[in-house]
């Protein structure tokens, strides 16, 4: 049997293929146990259209993948840090390729300025649930002393 190509149509927005070279090497490794990951290229995309956007999760073009795949990877992501490592790995090699200017960062500390609800934030990381504790899940996510409602 013969094989079929699958063209991938690049929408507006989306990752160029210079954007792609550069930021690939910062990702973490597919193929964890449980199965084959989606594409990272494909899931940084629906990543980004959502945020581009602002539409909601389950209403991301099909194009994309599964919705529930993308909300799960931006969230994994957010929680574990790893998108704060692909940051620091890019501004490190756009550093270190002269492709940042820092005399034109600035930060003007007179105008940073908290809302008042902002104190008093929780100080622990949020919790990173396992895979079968996600959304939708039946399984407890902890153990409660009440035995019930009389």
Known sequence: MGRVAVSMVMGRGDLTNAEWARLKPHLPATGQRGGRWASHRKVINGILFCQRTGVPWRDLPTRFGSWKTVYERHRRWSADGTWDRILQGVQADADAGGR??????????TSCRAHQHAAGARKKAPRVPKKEQGPGSTAPTRVSDDHGAG
């Open 100 to 109: 940042i200017d820092w005399s034109m960062v600035s930060v003007d500390s």
